[in-house]
């Protein structure tokens, strides 16, 4: 094998990380032992494809929270459009707000947790009831 050629295990191993994984859960997941990955880490290439597929992991991210933002917005301005209907109004904007609240939390979650890097949250248009 070329020393720059990854295998499809290595590259499972790195798309693991760079999803979010620790080392040891990306390890398991891909049959390498802890101490194994750790020494695949240390090569370059390797590090460079890690630090490749976490930028593209990024861009996608930010991608998606663009479009959701966007659209978010969208439905907040059609909520608020509704003069006469003050109850439909909050519960849009309530439900953005949460929405913004859950993914600010798990984007600025540290890469290495067990959360996926690339966070796929729907949008709710219908907020949930609290007793």
């Known amino acids: 094998m070329k020393p720059n050629v990854l295998s499809p295990r290595q590259r ?8 979010g994984l620790s080392q040891a859960q990306a390890a398991r997941e ?6 194994s990955a750790c020494h695949l880490l240390k090569r370059p290439e390797v590090r460079a494809e890690l630090e490749h597929l976490r930028s593209e992991a ?3 991210l930010l991608t998606r929270l663009s479009k959701l933002v966007r659209e978010s917005l969208d ?4 909520a608020l459009s509704y ?9 849009a904007a309530r439900t953005i707000v949460l929405l913004v609240e859950r993914l600010s939390a798990r984007s600025v979650e540290k890469p290495n947790s067990a959360a996926p890097a ?13 007793n």
């Open 30 to 35: 891909t049959g390498y032992h802890v101490v």
């Open 83 to 91: 003069k006469n209907r003050p109850a439909e109004q909050i519960m």
């Open 58 to 60: 990024e861009q996608e």
């Open 75 to 78: 439905v907040l301005q059609r």
């Open 118 to 130: 690339v966070v796929d949250v729907p949008v709710e248009l219908e907020p949930t009831t609290t």
């Open 12 to 19: 499972k191993f790195l798309f693991r990380l760079a999803e």
